[in-house]
């Protein structure tokens, strides 16, 4: 469910439109089949011409008990015509007492660098990456924005038509996503109000192995979802809610917390 909100929760950042300063922050809670699995956080600072997002996530519970888990993720960049430009992409993970971690340098929508620690090893059978693979993609902590055009509403079914191409530096794959209804949300405290809900579509493009059971079972999956809420005083909107259904239930990650907030006059951000 980490994943889901450091990668799959993920919108296109393109767009035009003022951006003013504000501070979103974010809890969510992530279950699966109605049982809790974790806690994650949420941080985006948006100042003028440059943002900064950061989340982070662990295990809770009878989870805990049987396999720990968290992960931190952040994104940096700047904001040139209303389009959000990445600059640097960061996530670290740790299970078992295991931890991959990824830093990945960007310019121009093309990926400048990037370290795997430990050095990463693609299986045989994958699809080789090549350079193509890292031009004008996005990563997955800026994609999870997104800018709207215009100067009236933010909450239109035009937020959700549209594809990406994300890397998050060992996978290349296609978003698509599709306009399915409004619906609102109340969380426990924060933002109360309607957000826009768009279908997900996934297509891996290179990095993966075809016959992987994974794989094939979220390129087919016709019925995830993601809820898009504005944060308030800017033309942006960020992901509330993301669900995929699994063989063993429906997966949720829920933001319990949707709190924007007047951005300080130096833009900084915590990880919690």
Known sequence: MLAG???LAAIDARGSG???QAR???????SLAG???GKGTWFVDISGNQ???SASGATTGLVKVFTGGQGSGSARGTIVSGNLVPASYSVSVTTDKRTEEVQMTLGGGNVKDVVHTPEKKWPSRAIPLTESHRRNVIDPMTASLVSVRGNGDTLLAEACNRNLA???GSLRYDLDFVFKRMDSVKPKLGYVGPVVVCAVYFSPVAGHVPERAAIKYLTALRDMEVWL???AGTRVLAPFRFSVPTPLGLGVLEATEFNVRPLPSKASITVQ
Do not use: K
Request: no cysteine; proline share 8%.
């Open 5 to 7: 909100l450091l990668a």
């Open 18 to 20: 003022a951006f003013a």
């Open 24 to 30: 979103l922050e974010a809890r969510y809670a992530a």
């Open 35 to 37: 049982i809790p699995l």
């Open 51 to 53: 943002y900064v997002a």
């Open 166 to 168: 994300v890397f998050d």
């Open 229 to 231: 809420a504005p944060v």
